[in-house]
């Protein structure tokens, strides 16, 4: 039954659907799970055009037309000129078959064998892409290797039971409290103060060795700087056959880190951040909150819901990032009262105060309505003025800060003993770097607490030597650190990196343009 009723519509819509997602997919190295959700919708989607497209025009040719027609409509994003064109195309469909008497219609049969074959050959053509840029080989990673599909480790050493549970709490582009004062006029006092009357130390020289997450991360999770991690090496050299964002987060999750924490027999833990790039998938628990990722935003942004959005649904992306960060807090809270014979190693990556900004400072809702701009905080990007970006990012800093403390409060209070926790930034903003001191880039949040009270943490620590300085601390490794390893800007490409002076000097000495 369902065959015949496949065999009514068109097929080719379905296919043609489905390789403007795959080709997304392909290009950008994205995980194969980020893209169960929009495949299923480009299928229902391709059907339901067809099918639509049949029962207005009264055969399957028509209507395999129409859909391809309305499907290429609903691609234009802002091209009036284009959406005019094909909005006239599929009128001519109906006076052709409506208006013309039956000797003169088209021969449609014909016209749809063609763009049937076409299709396949547009399919052919993205595998092949596919097979050049080694998407298979991290398709077949993603089943084996990464959450849900990897087996749990089932390693407990007679150490585990005396590990405390670590909170890695990621705060995407929260500057220093020092940057935030000279640039943004913030005043963090109370936000520091909160930290250290609950026993951390914050870090008063924190600095970054990279400007962009995926290379800060790459560069934590190797505790070692990317020039020398060997599969970093293509981006550098400008030799990489596979996506830039596939190599990194590949590099992310193969690093040393991930395996010498269940080496001491931690349960791994992470959450989605919404941006797929540096997602630490190889865990054993990988949470999702279900909400809208940028891979999603992306195949938006080429649609003709970009224009449309702000005006029937201006909130949606908007409270989309604000139900992943809140319902990040909730579940790493209900993650802490959990209890198990195993320590606990949890990664939050929370993708705020970068932008979008979603709250202002008094926690009311705020809204972004162009989703072409919503990750950028420059005024040539985003068409705003310096002062509306300054207070658009000091408003969510305000906001995310007080969430963090209530979440470090609750999750204290429900752990069965103290556990480590580290809350950093990994860069600032742009804002004030760009077309002022690019070296304010590198100066971001880092507060740690440990469970005994001490302090291993140098003030000027470098992000590459986070999990060295950690694990010599916790385990008793005698992990080298990365001496004095400098910051490095990008220039024409993400890797074509150059070295930075010290960045601590943005807050003395102005700096020129790399």
Known sequence: MLAQGAARIALYPILIAVALVAELFVTSGVSPHVIVRPLLVAVVAGAVLSGAGRAML??????????????????????IRIGLLLGLAISLLF???????PARRFRWMVIGRFVSRASAVLLLAIGIQAAQSGTPALVVRALTEEAPFR???TVRPSSAATHPDIYLLLVDGHARPDVLRRVFGHDASEFVGGLESRGFDVASRSRTNYALTTQVLAAMFNMRP????????????????????AIVRVAINDGPVLPRLRDEGY????????????????????????????FEVNLFRRTILRPILPLVAPDWVSSSYRSRVETQFRQLAAIAAERSDRPKFVFGHLPTPHAPWFYHADGTPRTVLDIETMWAEMPANTGLDQQTLIEGYS??????????????????????????????????????????????????????????GGAPFPDDIQLTNLFPVLFNDLFGDDIPLVDESPSYMYRSGDFDLVAVPDPNGALSAPAATP
């Open 58 to 79: 009264g055969d399957r040719d028509r209507g395999g037309i129409f859909a391809v027609l309305a499907m290429f409509l609903f691609l234009v994003g802002a091209d």
């Open 95 to 101: 006076v052709e078959r409506y208006g013309l008497p």
């Open 151 to 153: 087996p749990a480790s």
């Open 226 to 245: 990317l020039d020398e991690i060997e599969s970093i090496r293509p981006l550098l050299d400008d030799t990489a056959s596979q996506p830039a964002g």
């Open 267 to 294: 349960e791994l833990v992470a959450f989605a951040s919404s941006f797929e790039e540096p997602a630490l998938r190889s865990v054993d628990r990988w949470i999702d909150t279900g909400d809208l990722n940028e």
């Open 395 to 452: 408003g969510q800093v305000s906001w995310v800060d007080r969430r963090v403390v209530e979440s470090i409060d609750e999750i204290v209070a429900n752990s069965a003993r103290p556990p480590v926790m580290l809350v950093f930034g990994d860069h600032g903003s742009w804002i004030g770097s760009d077309g002022g001191d690019y070296r304010l880039r590198f100066l971001p949040l880092f507060a740690a607490r440990m469970p005994d």
